[in-house]
């Protein structure tokens, strides 16, 4: 809910719980995971296998299989299906035609920041 208020601006009544014109959705992806206390904004997508670390503060998109942590949520690195990062940023967005995890053997492909399963 963007603008969150209990009550009527009268108190008189609670706010439904049914979702209102104010309410915005936030989609969580298959095989995401979220780490304990996250908070996790409206109007936003957790990616597929995207992995959002303990205690982050996230305002943006997180894209399929990235590891995100921090106030606020930065991607640091991509992570694998199997949960084991595979790749930590140091530099400019990694460009591979093929990387495998090395604890799964699992195959990805990375262009411009984003994460193809192959």
Known sequence: DMYPRATTPDLQH?????????????????GATIGARATIGCDLEIGRFAMVGMGSVVTRSVPDFHLVMGSPARSTGFVCRCGKPWHKFTGPPLDRARTECRHCGRAYKAEGGKVIEL
């Open 14 to 30: 609670l706010r439904g719980s049914e979702p209102d014109e104010e309410t915005l959705t936030t989609v969580v992806r298959e």
